[in-house]
C-alpha cells in the first residue's frame, strides 16, 4: 500500500510504500501540547521507507528514556510532521492527523491514560497503559517490530 501525508499547508509531504500501517494514541502532556489537542497520534515508520519532499525545521527536546527527540514541523505553516531519535534508531513516529487517509490506519493502543482528558472513553478490548507501555514484547508484537 501506499500512504501519503503532508502538513497543513502542503510545503512538506510524505510517501510511505509498506503493507501496512498502525498507530497509537498517547495522553501524556507532552503530546496534548504537541498536538494542542487532547492526545498525540504517532504511525511508526521505518526511516528507510519514509520518503520526504520539502524540508522541514526541528525542536529538540529531551524525553524521560534520557534520549533526545527531534521534532520535524513544517516552517511555513507550524505542523508537526514527525519525530525522530537520535544513535541511529532505524524507526521513525509520523504524527498520525498528517495522514491523508488516516482511517486506513488502525489504532492499536492507548498509552499514558493517566493523563487522558476525563471526557474521553476509551474502546474495551483496546490494550492500554496507564503510563509507558509496560510489556515490551506487547508493545513490539502490537506495533509489527521485530525484536
Ligand atoms: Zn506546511
Ligand atoms: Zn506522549
Same mark, same amino acid.
Given at each position: 500500500? /501506499?500512504?501519503?501525508?503532508?502538513?497543513?499547508?502542503? &510545503?512538506?509531504? +510524505?510517501?510511505? =510504500?509498506?503493507?501496512? %500501517?498502525?498507530? +497509537?494514541?498517547?495522553?501524556?502532556?507532552?503530546?496534548? $501540547?504537541? @498536538?494542542? @489537542? &487532547?492526545?498525540?497520534?504517532?504511525?511508526?515508520?521505518?526511516?528507510?521507507?519514509?520518503?520526504?519532499?520539502? =524540508?522541514?525545521?526541528?525542536? @529538540?527536546?529531551?524525553?524521560?528514556?534520557?534520549? /533526545?527527540?527531534?521534532?520535524?514541523?513544517?516552517? $511555513?505553516? *507550524?505542523?508537526?510532521?514527525?519525530? @525522530?531519535?537520535? *544513535?541511529?534508531?532505524?524507526? /521513525?513516529?509520523? $504524527? *498520525?492527523?498528517?495522514?491523508?487517509? %488516516?482511517? &486506513?490506519?488502525?489504532?492499536?493502543?492507548?498509552?499514558?491514560? $493517566?493523563?487522558?482528558?476525563?471526557?474521553?472513553? %476509551?474502546? =474495551? *478490548? #483496546?490494550?492500554?497503559?496507564?503510563?509507558?507501555?509496560?510489556? %515490551? =514484547?506487547?508493545?513490539?508484537?502490537? #506495533?509489527?517490530? &521485530?525484536?
Amino acid at each position: 500500500m /501506499i500512504f501519503t501525508g503532508g502538513c497543513q499547508c502542503g &510545503a512538506v509531504r +510524505y510517501t510511505v =510504500e509498506v503493507d501496512a %500501517l498502525v498507530g +497509537y494514541a498517547c495522553h501524556c502532556r507532552e503530546c496534548q $501540547k504537541q @498536538s494542542a @489537542s &487532547a492526545f498525540g497520534m504517532s504511525v511508526p515508520v521505518r526511516e528507510e521507507d519514509f520518503v520526504l519532499t520539502g =524540508e522541514t525545521l526541528v525542536w @529538540s527536546r529531551p524525553t524521560d528514556s534520557g534520549g /533526545i527527540t527531534d521534532c520535524h514541523f513544517c516552517p $511555513k505553516c *507550524g505542523s508537526r510532521v514527525f519525530h @525522530s531519535g537520535r *544513535g541511529g534508531r532505524a524507526w /521513525i513516529t509520523v $504524527k *498520525g492527523g498528517s495522514f491523508d487517509e %488516516l482511517g &486506513a490506519i488502525p489504532l492499536v493502543a492507548n498509552i499514558w491514560v $493517566k493523563r487522558k482528558a476525563s471526557w474521553i472513553d %476509551l474502546p =474495551e *478490548g #483496546l490494550p492500554q497503559w496507564e503510563t509507558q507501555p509496560q510489556s %515490551l =514484547e506487547e508493545w513490539k508484537d502490537l #506495533l509489527g517490530w &521485530a525484536a
